[in-house]
T-cell receptor, first 114, second 112 residues
Framework: NAGVTQTPKFQVLKTGQSMTLQCAQDMNHEYMSWYRQDPGMGLRLIHY???????DQGEVPNGYNVSRSTTEDFPLRLLSAAPSQTSVYFC?????????????FGQGTRLTVV | GQQVMQIPQYQHVQEGEDFTTYCNSS?????IQWYKQRPGGHPVFLIQ?????EVKKQKRLTFQFGEAKKNSSLHITATQTTDVGTYFC????????????FGKGTHLIIQP
């Protein structure tokens, strides 16, 4: 079972470069989200989606774009990378059945911006 | 916006001692979830609490949801080295479709 797959696992970018973090899930989950994890800050929500064609901002959306053209994929785009975006990024998916069900997380992407 | 506070940030225990982490939300929650993250790993779901005053047990782990649905706790009895990691609570707002709001986590460090 693949679950939630994130690529790449590691990435180094130069300031100003752009890139896309990929996230795919094979569980037919409606809900997908992106978090960043920084030391002492826990997991902070960047963007989320409740279904194909629907996205919304989370707590820290600035500098990131998302789209949800299919149920399976939810890519995260960094338009112009900054050192402040150095972090570990996690993608997660879950069902929406009245109350939210458990979130399944990908393995994470460790991003360093120099 | 919704905020979820979690304490303590770090907890050192001797193997065999008990451990508790507490979570408090600034708003009433629809439900609360708990996750464990091993060092270098990703968060893994432990449990979800939905009802006011709910108590659930998983072997040595006991989870509680407050009567007002604004606070929760996780208690581990007789810790083992396999319990090492960071424990996060995550609240779901009353809207249901909103994102999970995570506490900052409690790092459990166990000394043999």
């Amino acid at each position: 079972n693949a679950g939630v797959t994130q690529t790449p696992k590691f990435q180094v970018l130069k300031t100003g470069q752009s890139m896309t973090l990929q996230c795919a899930q094979d569980m037919n989950h409606e809900y997908m989200s992106w978090y960043r994890q920084d030391p002492g800050m826990g997991l902070r929500l960047i963007h989320y989606s409740v279904g194909a064609g629907i996205t919304d901002q989370g707590e820290v959306p600035n500098g990131y774009n998302v789209s949800r053209s299919t149920t399976e994929d939810f890519p995260l785009r960094l338009l112009s990378a900054a050192p402040s975006q150095t972090s570990v990024y996690f993608c997660a998916s879950s069902r929406i059945q009245g109350a939210r069900t458990e979130a399944f997380f990908g393995q994470g992407t460790r991003l360093t911006v120099v | 916006g919704q905020q979820v506070m979690q304490i303590p940030q770090y907890q050192h225990v001797q193997e065999g001692e008990d451990f508790t982490t507490y979570c408090n939300s600034s708003t009433t929650l629809s439900n609360i979830q708990w996750y464990k993250q091993r060092p270098g790993g990703h968060p893994v779901f432990l449990i979800q609490l939905v009802k006011s005053g709910e108590v659930k047990k998983q072997k040595r782990l006991t989870f509680q949801f407050g009567e007002a649905k604004k606070n929760s706790s996780l208690h581990i009895t007789a810790t083992q080295t396999t319990d090492v990691g960071t424990y996060f609570c995550a609240g779901v707002g009353r809207g249901g479709a909103d994102g999970l709001t995570f506490g900052k986590g409690t790092h459990l460090i166990i000394q043999p």
